[in-house]
């Protein structure tokens, strides 16, 4: 039987070279700094002052709003300050200075047996647990769509090169996975789900198959990038599709991330918040690479002393935060590990290539792979003009900034810079 998948697409190198080492807890630095702004939305606000006792798990900022997320202390300790540092994506936020004494003295939330529908939305929404593939949208509204809704996806594609944490998720925590899809059908009253796993990792099939229960599926995919994009998944798995400008809800789905299953289930059972993950470092920028449970707000620059070993400095030139196709290169190490850091890959000059762009020879390759049907080259061509209604109209929103057209392009132009500042723009314009 032809394995599900989605139209166009590229296909980079998987380089899943720590797929096969077991999670182990990351050490924890002197201080962290809790980020404030650790999910799409509205920050967090302090609920703590400089001089406070806090405990591992206790909450040190509300949710700012109906979109926002409460965030927690990763350790026990003092607060020393509230400072600003700047985020993975370059922005400047409040960051909660915790000293660490390293007692690890918790606190949790109470366990939940047999939740209804109600409590774990409520539990969901008091542990922080936001989308950890990387949107880091906030999951209880997520789970409150607007549209009926029929089906549960659960996103373990993983289809970035290098990253494997939730491969090593379904490995070692599939029965918690499975669990906490269960928990997210019940939120949402759906009575069957998906859990869609690239086919080249017969060994997470094997033992999620051997967990899954209760309407809970196991789907093989082709390895294919972006597998696990949102709008590429839903068809691959149930042929729907969600139309331009419009959510998975529309077309009676809600798509949701591994961890994030894992989290709800830890929440839910454990009480225990959202304050530390699964998270991949890899490339060979540092000596030693792996798969880590990383307590929030550890700096990338301690991340980075830790693993590198004998490896000489100037051997790490690009550090990015998330995968090579969507991620963030990292102007320098001061950003902290938040909700989510699925990985951080240091590379040298060896495993990425730096080309000058040159003029574009109309291959239309970058048309031909764009799995939004979307015409790359064309938008850059308004952008390069500053025409960005031109942009608007070729349909630059549908974006979802996979980075397949700039890999495939043989003259290396920036389409997805280009594409950003487009956005960029036609959203300022929109908010004035
Ligand atoms: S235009 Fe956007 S959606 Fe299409 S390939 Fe490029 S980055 Fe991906
Ligand atoms: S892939 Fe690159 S060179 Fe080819 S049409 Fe697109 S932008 Fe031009």
């Not at 939940?112 to 647990?129: F, H, M, T, W």
């Not at 906030?138 to 944490?165: F, Q, R, S």
């Not at 963030?328 to 730096?354: I, N, W």
Request: hydrophobic share 40%; proline share 7%.
């Amino acid at each position: 039987m032809a394995l599900k998948t989605f139209r166009h697409g590229v296909h980079p190198s998987a380089n899943k070279f720590t797929k096969d080492v077991p999670l182990e807890d990351f050490p924890v630095p002197d201080k962290v700094y809790i980020s404030l702004s650790q999910h799409i939305g509205a920050p967090a606000k302090p609920v703590v002052n400089v001089g406070d006792y806090v405990y591992e798990g206790q909450m040190v900022g509300e949710a700012g709003g109906f979109v926002s997320a409460p965030v927690f202390s990763s350790v026990s300790g003092m607060v020393k300050s509230i400072v600003k540092l700047p985020t993975a994506i370059g922005q400047m936020v409040d960051h909660i200075e915790i000293e660490n004494d390293f007692k690890y003295d918790k606190v949790s939330l109470p366990k939940l047996v047999n939740p209804s529908k109600e409590e774990i939305l409520q539990r969901v929404k008091d542990a922080g647990i936001v989308g950890m593939g990387g949107a880091t949208f906030p999951t209880h509204v997520k789970l409150a769509p607007k549209d009926p809704v029929d089906v549960l996806i659960i996103n373990g594609a993983e289809c970035e090169p290098y990253i494997t944490c939730d491969y090593r998720l379904f490995l070692e925590h599939a029965n918690e996975v499975v669990e906490g899809t269960k928990l997210l059908m019940k939120a949402l009253g759906v009575d069957k789900a998906y859990i869609g796993i690239e086919n080249n990792k017969p060994e997470a099939i094997k033992v999620m198959r051997e967990a899954a229960n209760g309407g809970v599926e196991i789907v093989p995919l082709k390895v294919k990038y972006p597998q696990g994009a949102e709008k590429q998944i839903i068809y691959a798995i149930t042929k729907r599709v969600v139309p331009a400008g419009g959510l998975p809800a529309q077309v009676g789905c809600v798509v949701s991330n591994t961890h994030t299953a894992y989290s709800v289930a830890k929440a839910v059972f454990d009480g225990e918040p959202l304050y530390k993950r699964a998270m991949t470092v890899s490339g060979d920028g540092v000596e030693k690479t792996g798969n880590f449970w990383v307590r929030g707000g550890i700096p990338f620059s301690f991340i980075y002393e830790t693993l590198r070993g004998e490896v000489p400095e100037c051997m790490s030139n690009k550090v990015i935060n998330g995968g090579p196709m969507m991620g963030f290169a990292q102007a320098d190490l001061r950003p902290v590990t938040a909700k989510g850091t699925s990985s951080l890959l240091f590379l040298s000059h060896k495993m990425f290539s730096e080309f000058e762009p040159t003029q574009c020879i109309n291959c239309g390759r970058c048309i031909n792979h764009c799995p939004m049907n979307l015409v790359p080259r064309d938008m850059e061509r308004a952008v390069i003009k500053e025409d960005f209604a031109r942009a608007e109209k070729l349909g630059v929103m549908n974006c979802i900034e996979c980075g397949s057209c700039a890999f495939i392009c043989p003259a290396k132009r920036p389409l997805v810079q280009a594409i950003r500042l487009a956005k960029k723009e036609i959203r300022s314009k929109g908010r004035k």
